[in-house]
């Protein structure tokens, strides 16, 4: 009877033009690499944008998936539908039940728990960090600098790592200098592994995943990365029963300066001895390193590159630069970073055509119905195109595909969740704020010490090539050449 409905509802809204294979559906449409697989998310949001209600739908087996690539579309089910789709399931391998891919039931209160640790004020503190990391990133570009073309991913990624950790742990897992460093190793297997077995749907069921080799490395990386911050959190809440002030000297290498990390915030948001327990606190810090390391890094990575390719943004960049720092080589502070607009825009502009999360996913818990009229299906999964919903040409006119940044300065958006690469509604990302800040640093440090060029002389402006795992990213694997403005 619900495939039936489903059927009906299939038929309301459009079903893709890809062909319909028996018992698969458009599951085979997936296949093939990462790239391939961007460009059916590509393909299917242009349909979507296409048809009579921003809307189409796949098959996914015996499911039904709305790709949807219409804001006010987006906006509607962003509110009303809060649990995440099954096929994310698979992710909380290494978060368990932490508030990214819970259920509503228990990511709530932990939400709840979460928020005021983003306060304002607590984000204030962590500029300190960013600008001291960025400075180290900075500085280990020095040996690639003026020596042409080379990626510049894995200078971002570990600035990216070692601001999270630090201002999440209160750890230095120095990872900037030390590429071998184990958490950083296991971690970024974690995150491969998840990405995989997210991309490869026969190996979503537990008990098949647990008879491959990938799941015994998985589980080693694990457990590792749990013993790591099981021993921090043992060690920050002994400090604190013994109400020690100065950790600078313990032989965890933790830091301890008058900042409060948001392992710190946690404890005591949660209720301090009477709140979350070790595997809470667990779960959460780890949340917040998996979900702020790549997506800043990648958001960054894709900034540079264009950057590289549109010298006169570049240069208006660098002009703002020096109107709020001049010439001198101080380090960037908290109350630089909202005079920075014009980055700010580039920023944005960078996250509407190369959003870092592109796809994201809901389930249909209850039937709903649209603001159209149509109801939806209990049990259909939603896919928000957030790739395709930033192109969409009803929202951001003609020149869609063009970057733009002024038009993040000049012109009002035409429906507030035309632009989301932080999703939209109750369950959009906490961590936006601390995100911006922390890119807006990176950026600024870099541009203050060397100018972006592409990897060749050749004036390219076609758009990259994008592939998709958990995330988005450049198939160059963001390459550029820097060299050192004198
Ligand atoms: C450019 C950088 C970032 C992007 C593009 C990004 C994007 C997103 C998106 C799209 C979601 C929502 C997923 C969904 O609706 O299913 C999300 C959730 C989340 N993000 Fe971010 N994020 C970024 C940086 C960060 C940072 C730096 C942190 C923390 C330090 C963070 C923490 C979180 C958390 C905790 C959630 C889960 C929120 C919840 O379910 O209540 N994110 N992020």
């Known amino acids: 009877w619900q495939r039936r409905k489903m059927i009906e509802l299939s038929h309301k809204l459009g079903v893709t033009n890809h062909m319909t294979l028996p018992f698969v559906g458009h599951a085979y449409i997936f296949f093939g690499s990462d790239e391939d697989r961007m460009t059916k998310f590509q393909k299917l949001g242009r349909e979507a944008i296409a048809s009579e209600h921003g809307v189409t739908t796949i098959w996914q087996g015996h499911r039904l998936y709305l790709v949807v690539s219409d804001a006010k579309v987006a906006e509607f089910l962003l509110k009303t539908c809060l649990e995440k789709d099954d096929a994310v399931d698979c992710l909380k391998f290494v978060t368990g039940n932490g508030s990214i891919f819970a259920p509503v039931s228990l990511w709530r209160p932990r939400r709840k728990v979460l928020a005021p640790t983003f306060s304002p004020k607590n984000l204030q503190q962590f500029a300190e960090i960013f600008s001291r990391q960025s400075a180290i990133m900075v500085e280990q570009l020095r040996t690639a600098a003026g020596k042409g073309a080379f990626s510049i991913w894995q200078y971002i990624t570990t600035y990216t790592m070692d601001s999270v950790c630090e201002s999440t742990l209160g750890v230095l897992v120095n990872s900037q200098k030390q590429s071998e460093q184990p958490f950083l190793q296991a971690f970024d297997k974690c995150t491969q592994l998840d990405a995989d077995r997210l991309c490869k749907p026969w190996f ?18 694990r457990n590792y990365i749990c013993k790591f911050v099981d021993q921090i959190i043992k060690t920050k809440k002994q400090a604190l029963a013994e109400e020690k002030v100065s950790m600078a000297e313990s032989e965890q290498n933790i830091k301890h300066d008058g900042l409060k990390t948001f392992l710190e915030l946690l404890i005591d948001s949660s209720g301090g001895d009477r709140g979350y327990s070790d595997v809470e606190l667990r779960e959460e810090t780890l949340v917040l390193v998996l979900a702020g390391t790549d997506t800043s890094a990648v958001g960054t990575a894709f900034a540079s590159i264009l950057l590289s390719r549109y010298p006169d943004v570049q240069e208006k960049v660098y002009q703002e630069l020096l109107e709020v720092f001049g010439d001198s080589k101080r380090p960037v502070v908290a109350e630089d970073l909202p005079r920075l607009k014009y980055l700010d825009a580039v920023i944005r502009e960078t996250l509407r055509l190369y959003p870092p999360v592109p796809i ?61 690469p932080f999703s939209h509604g109750p ?60």
Request: glycine share 2%; hydrophobic share 40%.
């Open 204 to 221: 979503h069921p537990q008990a098949i995943y647990e008879m491959t080799p990938a799941y015994k490395l998985h589980l080693k990386c």
């Open 360 to 420: 994201i996913a809901r389930k249909i818990d209850k039937e709903v119905t649209l603001p159209s009229g149509i109801t939806l299906v209990e049990n259909c999964g939603v896919v928000i195109n957030i790739w395709a919903l930033h192109r969409n040409h009803h929202y951001w006119g003609d020149d869609a595909e063009q970057f733009r940044p002024e038009r993040f300065i000049d012109t009002p958006l035409k429906h507030h969740a035309a632009f989301m």
């Open 427 to 486: 369950r959009a990302c906490i961590g936006y704020q601390y995100a911006m800040m922390s890119m807006k640093t990176a950026l600024s440090s870099l541009l203050r010490q060397y100018v972006i060029l592409p990897p060749s002389d050749v004036e390219d402006l076609k758009p990259f090539r994008v592939k998709f795992d958990i995330m988005m990213r450049d198939v160059d694997n963001f390459t550029l050449q820097l060299v050192k403005r004198v």
